[in-house]
């Protein structure tokens, strides 16, 4: 799909030096700016929505939880290293 942008003179210049040194068209160049950013901020987006939610929680544990847990873990034996 072609689509027409504005930007800023000296960002355009430095992104076509960046196209031409690195083999790759501006198009192909804006497209991965675009995915990438678009990748970390829906990241972001679902973070501050987890966090949005998780702050009205408590974060303590349950005891009893945490027991029956910890019960549950296969018992191994650990050897000591001293250093």
Do not use: C, W
Not at 18 to 41: I, M, P
Not at 54 to 77: D, G, P
Request: proline share 1%; aromatic share 6%.
């Amino acid at each position: 799909m072609k689509t027409a942008i504005s930007i800023p003179d000296k960002l355009f210049q430095s992104a076509d030096q960046y196209a031409k040194s690195h083999g790759v068209s501006r198009s192909n160049l804006y497209a991965r700016a675009v995915a990438q950013f678009l990748e970390t901020h829906s990241t972001a987006h679902i973070t501050e929505q987890l966090n949005e939610v998780y702050s009205s929680q408590s974060a303590e544990i349950n005891s009893t939880i945490s027991t029956l847990q910890l019960s549950s873990l296969e018992k191994r034996e650990v050897t000591k290293i001293k250093i």
